[in-house]
């Protein structure tokens, strides 16, 4: 149990030097949180064992917290919170125009952009459908 203790206090003085911004990045957090949560049932099955039936109940809800955490797939504000639908500000802000930038000034930021994040330079599949996206919203208006 007091090992159960020092763990919480780590997680604490880390939450409390992180200060509210993430620690680890999505696929970080990924792997780590699979890490632990396989650490977690090793550990509940060790301490079931042994007859600490709390201390393993604990573990397992811990461990199968860490499981769901690591397989949710949220994308974030944007296109897939709304149904689809990306709002003009949204739009803005990713390709980097104004409220009264013309069809070239869009045309330009997103080609700037996109020669940046094409996957095939480096960039990945969903940063360039999210600057597509906003591209195809800013022009139909």
Known sequence: MSYLAIGAAALALILWLSRGRPILKRAEWRIAAAAIALAAFAGAAYVGVRGG?????????????????????GLGPGTAAKGGQMSAAE????????????????????KRLMTMAHPDKGGTSGLAAQLNAARDRLLRK
Do not use: F, M, Y
């Open 53 to 73: 039936w709390g201390s393993a109940i604990v573990l397992v809800v811990v461990g199968l917290w860490l499981l769901v955490s690591a397989r949710r797939t």
């Open 91 to 110: 739009a803005r802000s990713i390709l980097g125009v104004g409220p009264e930038a013309t069809p070239a000034e869009i045309l330009a930021a997103h």
